[in-house]
């Protein structure tokens, strides 16, 4: 079985913007990164298509798989970085709380939101489900985070080895080959 994971293309939020479950939209650049996409993508197969419900992830799914069911989950949205959505990371790093996240991300909630195990809950929630069925060769249409979870699941790597070490671009492709009985 494989996973096809596609991060969602660029965004309409200025560098630097914390906007983890915030329904923002995509950037101008979106065409020429969704034919991107689409090109690699030709020579992939699969069976099942998912996304994340987040406009960012859903637009891209809808234009690559004009003629397909789009399954959409929300157990696929980012973070829900609670009352940091939209402020900068300079602002939330220049508050106690923001010091205190960021030295204990992996464990603590943000203010008012989701920690990281939650997150990854979900996405393994979501992961047992499609490999208990017949999905065969799977799309996730997601964000960095979502993905990052997933390598941490399907590859078997802690999930603190990978915040710095695997970081997927806007409008990239990673591919995950893995037995479904594992």
Known sequence: MKIIAIRHTSVA?????????????VAKS????QKSVAAELASLNFDKIWSS??????????????DDEVNVDPRLKELNF?????????????????KEWME?????????GESYPEMVDRVTAFVQEITESDAGNCVVVAHAGVIRILKSIIERIPISELFENFKPAYASITVFEFNKHD
């Open 13 to 25: 939020v200025e560098p630097g913007v914390c906007y983890g479950q915030t329904d923002v939209d």
């Open 30 to 33: 979106f065409g020429e990164e």
């Open 53 to 66: 419900p987040l406009k960012r992830c859903l637009t891209l799914a809808q234009n690559l798989f004009p």
């Open 82 to 98: 609670g009352d940091w959505e939209m402020c900068t990371w300079e602002k939330i790093y220049g508050q106690a709380e923001g």
């Open 104 to 112: 204990n991300y992996q464990t603590m909630p943000t203010k008012n």
